[in-house]
């Protein structure tokens, strides 16, 4: 079962109740549904003349019938609606659901959030992860766990990146291969084309073609991973040591790299060119994110420079905005919550502080704090809670949807334990190793088998730094 969209899709119905549907023909000028293909997925809505019905429902041939699986909006105040006699009207549409603030907008706390990333979650659905249609409930349920990897040295990898097929793919720092786990739970090893120590890539991003771009911290050229595997470089404008942290995919498909000591931004096109970028500030910052209007943040890191935030719309116009608290080293990645407010990671910094989707800055208590370096990076859980990625932190730390900072137990390990994570599609959060005491990764399990919901924004390929 897949799902699938199709253009100018329209039938009637004269199903009444809150069944499912008997579809008629196609209206004049629009396909049939037949399209979508027997057994699929597909976004509705179901129009009367003022009942309304907003979901995602399953088409079967035999019979010619729509299911209502999941209701994202109704006149029935969000409800299965109870439709009344009269003709209907029904159309393949996307929901508002599936736009910013909704499920395919998919958080990467430090590498942005954007389209490539829900792509890939819903292909490795489609692929079968996770039992295909299923996700996991709206509730994590704090089991935290460990895994052995195959390979680990002293900051090995910074970040991680869920590739389509399922597979969490590793950033390598120091690390001489490159590592990854699959969506079964299978941990192997593979080759890169270049690597050098320390810190040769500060997290990765998904690109919409399905290339995995390592973003360049030290290293003084490009390397991807394809869909396919095929590991490859490319040349740079711009090198420096230390010169880039995170990345995000922009609205037109560009990968940005967000500058940390870099006086430049840099970006890599959809046919794969690299060119540069002036910035109002320079260097600064760990971590990016994509806000819903298409403008991407750059978190604050503050390296003694001017304690601004600083943004790239998405016609490419860069500028800053003024902070409610600044400190050296103070955050490291974001997150994007359900409500758009953009959440900054703690790393030194004694408070929370977050971007409205209006622009209004603020900051919030935290419950831990450390001034050594908390924590790098976030995740998304599916119902709601932003994770904090521990660093040095001894405790794990999140914020749910209402606002209500927390803290839970984590295993044991050496300093510099984790940076960055990533939201499988079993609901389960990847934690990238960086450097641990034994050699394992951590991860945070949630409860499987519900159907993916509206209002679930998933971080689809993390790699928070």
């Not at 209002?455 to 790699?463: K, P, Q, R, T």
């Amino acid at each position: 079962m897949a799902l699938v969209l199709k253009n100018r899709v329209k039938s009637t119905t004269t199903t009444t109740g809150t069944g499912t549907i008997t579809l008629g023909s196609a209206a004049t000028g629009y396909q049939s549904f037949s399209v979508i293909g027997n057994g699929n997925e597909t976004y509705y809505v179901i129009k009367g003349t003022t009942e309304w019905e907003v979901g995602k429902g399953t088409y079967t041939s035999s019979g010619t019938t729509l299911s209502r699986d999941l209701v994202f909006g109704s006149s029935n105040s969000g409800a299965k609606v109870d439709f009344a006699a009269g003709t209907k009207d029904v159309l393949c549409a996307y929901p508002a659901a599936a736009m910013p603030l909704g499920v395919p907008y998919c958080d990467d706390s430090e590498i942005g959030t954007d389209l490539s990333g829900w792509t890939a979650f819903q292909a490795a659905l489609n692929n079968g992860v996770a039992g295909g249609t299923t996700f996991g409930n709206n509730n994590t349920n704090g089991v935290v766990s460990t895994f052995s990897l195959l390979y680990s040295i002293s900051e090995a990898y910074d970040g991680g990146v869920l590739a389509p097929n399922g597979d969490v793919h590793f950033v390598p720092s120091s690390a001489l291969r490159g590592q990854k786990i699959s969506a079964t739970g299978v941990v192997s090893t593979y080759s890169l084309v270049y690597t050098t120590t320390p810190y040769s890539y500060s997290g990765g991003v998904l690109a919409p073609n399905g290339d995995i771009h390592f973003v360049p911290h030290v290293a003084v050229r490009g390397q991807k991973v394809s869909a396919s595997g095929v590991v490859s470089t490319y040349s740079l404008v711009y090198t420096a040591s230390q010169a880039y942290a995170g990345g995000v995919v922009s609205p037109s498909g560009e990968v940005h790299f967000i500058p940390l000591y870099a006086d430049r931004g840099q970006k890599v096109s959809t046919s794969g060119v690299v060119s540069t970028y002036s910035l109002v500030v320079q260097g600064g910052y760990w971590g990016g994110v994509l806000a819903p209007n298409g403008d991407i943040h750059f978190v604050p890191y503050n390296l003694g420079g001017p304690a601004r935030g600083q943004k790239i719309s998405a016609a490419g116009v860069v500028s800053t905005y003024s902070l409610v608290y600044t400190t050296i080293a103070g955050y490291s990645g974001g997150v994007l919550a359900p409500n758009g407010d953009i959440h900054f990671v703690p790393l030194t910094a004694n408070r929370g502080q977050k971007v409205s989707s209006a622009g209004v800055v603020s900051t919030y208590s935290l419950v831990y704090t450390t001034s050594s370096g908390a924590y790098l990076g976030g995740v998304l859980a599916p119902n709601g809670d932003i994770h904090f990625v521990p660093y040095l932190a001894t405790v794990g730390q999140k914020i749910s949807v209402s606002g209500v900072v927390s803290t839970y137990s984590i295993p044991s390990g050496s300093p510099f334990g984790f940076r960055g994570g990533i939201l499988r599609p079993d609901g389960s959060i990847i934690v990238a190793p960086f450097s641990m005491a034994v050699n394992a990764s951590m991860k945070i399990d949630s409860n499987p088998g519900s159907p993916l919901g509206p209002g679930v924004c998933l971080s689809s390929f993390l790699n928070k730094l």
